[in-house]
């Protein structure tokens, strides 16, 4: 499943990276600007284009990926979770609420993620890449831990799982036995770990007092992905323990950083403003030395 394309993907990232080597030392503002864009977009489309594929390839292993999915429903039994099919059970009893979270499941997680990439590249550049990074780390360690097999809750009926989407006609997977590599990556949700970025950059970045609301977006997806049984609980609770996480390494790699460049650049801070200022100081304190000194000079008494 992508929202968009693979190969869609991969031709926009090509377009964004001739852009951004063409125009990368252009004397125009907007080409420099445009550049710059041009090789954001070229990366975060190629890791998309990365995850998509890795999805596909993976290495398909269906029984392991349905015990792993029963360890799965037995641990959240015995740590106490609430059963999704508690969720199930209220959203088919109402077919509106049923049809609208299987579509905010399959549709919005991809745009929010890459809408909100273009608001903080545009409006706040300062905060970009700390983010992005930190949204790259994270969707690396979900593909890393995908390849490890578990099964979603729609494929134990046994438990009373429904799937949903089926039910509705609104399914964005293949039958059974197609593509069945990306019906058992079901550890941890990407959806999740994308829609609590999203909050998370909104509230850091945004002055807006209404900002707080974003937080809807990671409780709807939460909602929409236990209640289709799509993920077990503890699919986004290890999303979200993997960006936290991924923010951590982020932002001590980039101390660390600061602190070692500190290290070297501090004896070269003195810009010339500075040192014409530090060379003038240094002549007005020598001055009144100077003088007492040369005061028995005759030449500078003839000269007064």
């Keep these: 499943m992508g929202w968009l394309e693979w190969k869609w993907a991969l031709v926009l990232a090509g377009v964004g990276l001739l852009v951004g080597v063409v125009w990368r030392s252009s004397e125009r503002t907007w080409q420099r600007r445009g550049a710059a864009f041009g090789l954001e977009a070229a990366l ?67 745009p929010a993620m890459m809408i909100t990439l273009l608001w903080l590249f545009l409006s706040h550049r300062d905060r970009y890449s700390r983010w992005r990074t930190a949204l790259a780390l994270t969707t690396f360690a979900c593909l890393a831990i995908q390849f490890v097999p578990v099964a979603p809750p729609r494929m134990y009926p046994q438990f009373g799982f429904v799937d949903v989407a089926r039910l509705f006609d609104q399914s964005v997977y293949g039958p059974i036995g197609q593509g069945i590599s990306d019906q058992i990556s079901a550890m941890p949700s990407v959806h999740v770990a994308w829609s609590v970025w999203v909050a998370a950059v909104v509230i850091d970045a945004s002055s807006s007092k209404w900002r707080w609301l974003i937080l809807g977006h990671p409780l709807a997806t939460i909602f929409a992905v236990s209640a289709t049984a799509n993920h077990w609980w503890l699919d986004g609770i290890v999303a979200s323990i993997l960006l936290a996480i991924a923010v951590v390494i982020e932002r001590s790699f980039v101390r660390a950083k ?18 014409a200022s530090s060379s003038a100081l240094a002549a007005n304190e020598a001055l009144p030395v100077s003088r007492p000194i040369n005061t028995s000079s005759g030449s500078r008494r003839s000269s007064t």
């Design 44 to 110: 975060v489309l190629s890791l998309y284009t990365l995850w998509i594929l890795a999805g596909r390839l993976s290495v398909v292993r269906i029984d392991e990926g349905l015990a792993n999915g029963r360890w799965v429903h037995h641990f959240q039994d015995r740590i106490g979770l609430p059963s999704e099919t508690n969720l199930q059970n209220w959203i088919i009893a109402r077919p509106w609420v049923a049809r609208f979270t299987n579509g905010y499941y399959a549709i919005v997680h991809a």
């Design 258 to 275: 600061a602190r070692a460049t500190g290290a070297v650049d501090q004896p070269m801070v003195l810009t010339p403003a500075l040192a």
